[in-house]
């Protein structure tokens, strides 16, 4: 799958989070959620991450917007990563990374000039209607949370 854009359908997901809960897309539902994607629980430029999302999450939600980190570690990594950084954010588990790979966030990528298939780091704004508003991929780990927020907003 391709990058989406504005106006596209959000492909649904059913994850487990950290507590081996399932959340899915439809909780979302009339609401507006950030889904994020990243590599790796507990990774410099990940945690870096997640905890400004953190930090910022009470903006967020005084914006009306819910925040989602997900990522391919299982939940048990998501508790840990969760507990050393005080994260407030709901993070979700995709092993097989069919989300990530839906949502664009799946592919080639280019890292110190090699050549890799991981993780894009993305993140999506999805509308109350289930329709992308933005996409952003390729982001920089340091300052997109404020970014988003930024967007949200203006």
Do not use: N
């Amino acid at each position: 799958m391709g990058k989406l854009a504005a106006g596209d359908e959000a492909p649904v997901f059913a994850l487990e989070d950290e507590a081996g809960k399932t959340v899915s897309l439809s909780d979302y539902a009339g609401k507006r959620v950030v889904v994020y994607f990243y590599p790796r629980d507990d990774t410099p430029g990940c945690t870096k991450e997640a905890c400004q999302f953190s930090d910022l999450f009470e903006e967020f939600r005084q914006a009306g917007v819910d925040v989602v980190g997900i990522s391919p570690d299982d939940a048990s990594s998501h508790r840990r990563f969760r507990e050393k950084h005080g994260l407030t954010i709901k993070l979700l588990s995709d092993p097989g990374h069919e989300v990530m790979e839906a949502y664009g966030a799946w592919g080639e990528k280019t890292l110190y000039g090699k050549k890799s298939v991981g993780v894009i780091r993305t993140t999506v704004l999805v509308g109350e209607q289930g329709q992308v508003e933005r996409a952003w991929y390729h982001v920089k780990a340091d300052g997109h949370a404020g970014k988003v927020l930024e967007a949200l907003t203006s």
